[in-house]
């Protein structure tokens, strides 16, 4: 069953393509069926800069599992980074 579950967000970056490095500033992401991964259902991530075209996209399929610990790798890496350099 599809979930249809979609959520957008600006975000500023870069990401490496097929094509090289380009600018990224949106994020999408969905838990619906992956276009690659042979999962039912996976969280779907695409890194993407509409304003370049379709090649300017980086696409991550991760199970529920995957996301969560990403999710708290996520947090960790800011929380330790920000405390050494000062930020928090």
């Given amino acids: ?3 249809m579950i ?6 500023t970056g870069s990401g490496k393509g097929s094509s090289g490095w ?5 994020a999408t992401v969905s838990f619906d069926h992956p ?9 779907n991530i695409d890194f993407v800069n509409e ?3 379709i090649d300017a ?13 990403l999710i ?5 890496a800011l929380s330790r980074g920000e405390a050494e350099v000062g930020l928090d």
């Fill in 35 to 43: 276009y690659y991964s042979p999962f039912d259902h996976a969280l």
């Fill in 57 to 69: 996209r980086v696409a991550v399929e991760l199970t529920a599992d995957s996301a969560r610990k």
């Fill in 22 to 26: 380009f600018r990224v500033n949106q």
């Fill in 1 to 3: 069953m599809c979930t």
């Fill in 72 to 76: 708290k790798a996520i947090e960790e």
């Fill in 6 to 11: 979609v959520e957008k967000t600006d975000v």
């Fill in 51 to 53: 304003s370049i075209g």
